[in-house]
């Protein structure tokens, strides 16, 4: 259990870094294009295409961390009305579909990888495998960490409530 604490610390870490790496450069590419075009200076097409990118990516990164501190979306309002026994099997049902879905995801989304690299993004002409790697990347995160939200409750050590940022 020690490994898969340590696993999932250094995942949060990880994804955290690369959310905010993410975030930033967005900050920098908006930054730019309202900046040329406050001083009417012709914006970079490129800066257009850029922002979605790393907004996915964004996305990509983020999904395990909301899934950890509730922020993904959750219907708890019956899960507040039965006893805490009920409420706990509810929780494990819910992280263990997730962890399936995620993980019938991640096959298409592999395909769809491949499929992009014999495409190339207009404006700034990477190949869209890059681009499409981000829904991989989602669905293969989003499986990381409902699958250790489901080992942790199994093993005793997460009782599958939404966790403080500081904790998750």
């Known amino acids: 259990m020690h490994f898969l604490n340590l696993f999932s610390r250094l995942l949060v870490a990880t994804t955290r870094s690369l959310v905010g790496l ?39 990164f983020g999904i395990g961390l909301s899934l950890m501190t509730g922020e993904f979306v959750a219907v708890d309002l019956l899960q507040e009305a039965v006893p805490e026994r009920a409420s706990w099997w509810m929780r494990l049902v819910a992280l263990a579909a997730t962890a399936l879905l995620a993980a019938v995801m991640i096959w298409p989304a592999w395909r769809f990888v491949q499929i992009g690299a014999f495409q190339r993004s207009p404006a700034l002409r990477v190949t869209m495998d890059m681009v499409h790697a981000s829904v991989f990347v989602l669905a293969v995160l989003l499986f990381l960490f409902s699958a250790l939200r489901v080992v942790g409750m199994l093993a005793g050590a997460d009782d599958g409530r939404p966790q403080r940022p500081e904790e998750a």
């Open 22 to 60: 993410a975030f930033f450069g967005l900050i920098v590419v908006v930054t730019l294009q309202i900046a040329t075009r406050t001083f009417g200076l012709p914006s970079p097409v490129w800066t257009e295409e850029l922002s979605r990118i790393l907004l996915l990516y964004m996305v990509a």
